[in-house]
Nanobody, 129 residues
Framework: QVQVVESGGGLVQPGGSLRLSCVAS????????IGWFRQAPGKEREGVSC????????YYADSVKGRFTISRNNARNTAYLQMNSLKPEDTAVYYC??????????????????????WGKGTLVTVSS
């Protein structure tokens, strides 16, 4: 069974850090593009970051550039999102998702999430003092 499961969310003060994990099962993560998305209450889903499969390219939303880092540990079949200098506006449910086409990379419209086939259930990140 193909699935991805996020973890690592929680409550953190502004300026703090969190690392989210996305564990994949039923497939080999390194052969597919993986993205992180978020949705805040009352807002539309937003693409946060994407990690391509074959060329290893990474992409970030302007709102998180320089603060967030996406990475992947192939041995653990796990992707990560390191979040530093967190702001209250980063508060959201964070989802990881992967493509289903072997060897796929992040497309030009990756942030819309249309290329993603498998989604986790999300982990809540709350940034508040």
């Amino acid at each position: 069974q193909v699935q991805v499961v996020e973890s690592g969310g929680g409550l953190v003060q502004p300026g703090g850090s969190l690392r989210l994990s996305c564990v994949a099962s039923g497939f080999t993560l390194e052969y597919y593009a993986i993205g992180w998305f978020r949705q805040a209450p009352g807002k539309e889903r937003e693409g946060v970051s994407c990690f391509s499969s074959t060329d290893g390219a990474t992409y970030y939303a302007d709102s998180v550039k320089g603060r967030f880092t996406i990475s992947r540990n192939n041995a653990r079949n796990t992707a990560y999102l390191q979040m530093n200098s967190l702001k209250p506006e980063d508060t959201a449910v964070y989802y990881c998702a992967t493509t289903q086409v072997h060897g796929s990379n992040c497309g030009p419209f990756w942030s819309l999430g249309y290329d993603m086939a498998y989604w986790g259930k999300g982990t809540l990140v709350t940034v508040s003092s």
